[in-house]
């Protein structure tokens, strides 16, 4: 067979846990349902995990474990929740895992990802190296085997970060098509700026150090017919265009990236479409389905490739969508500017920079190396917490500086989203834990630089306004 098909979902919710009870508060915005992890558990998760085929009459014939025959990553904070709030989905996830090991040559269609979704080109070194940590440790507890692959949260890509990755045994991630800047498949180097990157063949990068990170770049047109088009009304000519993509002569894998919701939630019933175009790729003898895993097994990069740096796939102008009022956008206000996002970044940047140097200063007389033993605290967190006491203290604040850059925080129109009042209460919660270490009034001059941050409404004018009305504050 020289023609293959891989479908890859990337399911995430941001964190939601109020960082001071440790439990989802009730949001309004996601009723009938108690919350957005709920809600598009209902609507998502659960039904891929039991996709109704029907037959002529209407009438469901079988079901399908969706997530046994694609490529996927769940975000590992919305693993730790659902393993609690919804059993027998987080089941039904893993047992996929198990069962597509068995279809894909010993190879999982689970991939990890980057702990805690933060723009990995923006992040610190120290924070960039934790997340890599976190997220393969976080897949191991719960799969049961060391990752092959990892998603970078917004496809937000830099050597640094493909290097730590590679150093932490990571072998591949998927990239936009616009992410790839030139390809040399001989001996000459050749632009693919603009998309122009031949998607059906894997390809290798090599890195600052010396080691390699095999990367493959998503057909684009599919991708999007998927998530904006009407390609998901018609699981059949969904699988066509699939085999279609894979056309030409050679080798040639025809895959797509989407955003797990897709397929259900925000295409309602399209994870039956999703069921049936699987189905529809099994039957034919024209494209056989696979994952990266296995056909990087079967297929050694013969091409390389140079990312563009510092880009993503949600932002056309890079990763300004997280520092500033680019244009990009998601939200019902077109006269809503996006101003604000750059004076949040640098409040919390320089909030980070005093939570590590407390961090640094006081965890020295605690633990020989304060850094490892942040990035072992992971461990901890999944055995179920472990004890309190100023250790915990001091790596509880690290905690909560890094769920303080979930990208969902800037991904919006306005600091008055629940997703941003997220991020704005994580960082509060580092803020006081700073303070208690050190005696410093940390809280009191965060809340005035949070103050340089302009919101779009009278209602809330600034970011302090908006943070100051969360529960337990």
């Given at each position: 067979m020289t023609r293959y098909v891989c479908i890859h979902g990337h399911f995430y919710q941001p964190p939601r846990e109020n960082p001071w009870t440790g439990r989802v508060d009730r949001q309004r915005s996601a009723l009938p349902?108690?919350?957005?992890?709920?809600?598009?558990?209902?609507?998502?998760?659960?039904?891929?995990?039991?996709?109704?085929?029907?037959?002529?009459?209407?009438?469901?014939?079988?079901?399908?474990?969706?997530?046994?025959?694609?490529?996927?990553?769940?975000g590992p904070t919305?693993?730790?929740?659902?393993?609690?709030?919804?059993?027998?989905?987080?089941?039904?996830?893993?047992?996929?895992?198990?069962?597509?090991?068995?279809?894909?040559?010993?190879?999982?269609?689970?991939?990890?990802?980057?702990?805690?979704?933060?723009?990995?080109?923006?992040?610190?070194?120290?924070?960039?190296?934790?997340?890599?940590?976190?997220?393969?440790?976080?897949?191991?507890?719960?799969?049961?085997?060391?990752?092959?692959?990892?998603?970078?949260?917004?496809?937000?890509?830099?050597?640094?970060?493909?290097?730590?990755?590679?150093?932490?045994?990571?072998?591949?991630?998927?990239?936009?098509?616009?992410?790839a800047l030139r390809v040399r498949e001989g001996g000459t180097w050749r632009d693919v700026r603009g998309g122009k990157v031949d998607t059906t063949v894997p390809y290798s990068c090599e890195l600052p150090s010396g080691r390699k990170m095999a990367l493959f770049f998503y057909n684009g047109p599919i991708a999007h017919d998927i998530a904006f088009g009407e390609l998901l009304k018609d699981g059949g000519s969904f699988a066509r265009r699939m085999i279609d993509g894979a056309s030409g002569e050679g080798l040639r894998l025809c895959h797509v990236a989407v955003d797990g919701e897709t397929f259900g939630h925000h295409h309602r019933f399209g994870e039956m479409a999703l069921a049936y175009c699987l189905e529809k790729l099994e039957e034919s003898r024209k494209a056989?389905?696979?994952?990266?895993?296995?056909?990087?097994?079967?297929?050694?990069?013969?091409?390389?490739?140079?990312?563009?740096?510092?880009?993503?796939?949600?932002?056309?102008?890079?990763?300004?969508?997280?520092?500033?009022?680019?244009?990009?956008?998601?939200?019902?206000?077109?006269?809503?500017?996006?101003?604000?996002?750059?004076?949040?970044?640098?409040?919390?940047?320089?909030?980070?920079?005093?939570?590590?140097?407390?961090?640094?200063?006081?965890?020295?007389?605690?633990?020989?190396?304060?850094?490892?033993a942040r990035d072992g605290y992971i461990d901890v967190l999944l055995q179920g917490g472990g004890q309190g006491g100023r250790a915990r203290e001091l790596l509880e604040m690290e905690r909560n500086a890094m769920l303080m850059y979930t990208s969902c925080g800037w991904f919006f129109d306005d600091i008055s989203r629940i997703e941003t009042v997220q991020v704005l209460s994580y960082a509060m919660r580092a803020a006081e834990l700073a303070g208690e270490i050190s005696g410093q009034d940390v809280k009191g001059s965060f809340l005035k630089e949070l103050e340089k941050v302009g919101g779009n409404t009278e209602e809330v004018p600034n970011a302090r306004v908006a943070v100051e009305g969360v529960k337990n504050r």
């Open positions: 349902y108690h919350d957005w992890n709920e809600r598009v558990t209902i609507q998502c998760y659960a039904p891929n995990a039991a996709a109704r085929l029907l037959d002529g009459e209407g009438k469901v014939r079988r079901t399908l474990n969706n997530y046994s025959r694609i490529s996927f990553n769940f919305l693993l730790s929740w659902m393993e609690k709030a919804s059993p027998e989905t987080y089941a039904a996830i893993l047992a996929a895992d198990r069962e597509s090991r068995e279809r894909f040559s010993g190879h999982g269609g689970a991939i990890a990802q980057a702990y805690s979704h933060m723009i990995m080109p923006l992040a610190s070194s120290r924070d960039k190296r934790t997340q890599v940590i976190w997220g393969v440790r976080d897949f191991m507890h719960r799969f049961g085997r060391k990752p092959e692959g990892m998603w970078l949260p917004e496809t937000a890509v830099d050597l640094e970060t493909l290097d730590i990755m590679t150093e932490e045994g990571i072998r591949f991630t998927v990239l936009a098509p616009h992410q056989e389905l696979t994952v990266y895993g296995e056909f990087l097994e079967k297929h050694t990069p013969k091409a390389a490739a140079e990312i563009a740096e510092n880009t993503s796939w949600s932002c056309s102008h890079g990763v300004e969508r997280w520092r500033s009022d680019c244009g990009c956008r998601a939200g019902d206000h077109p006269e809503w500017r996006q101003e604000w996002r750059g004076p949040l970044r640098e409040a919390l940047d320089g909030l980070r920079a005093e939570v590590d140097s407390i961090f640094e200063d006081a965890g020295s007389k605690l633990f020989d190396d304060p850094w490892k």
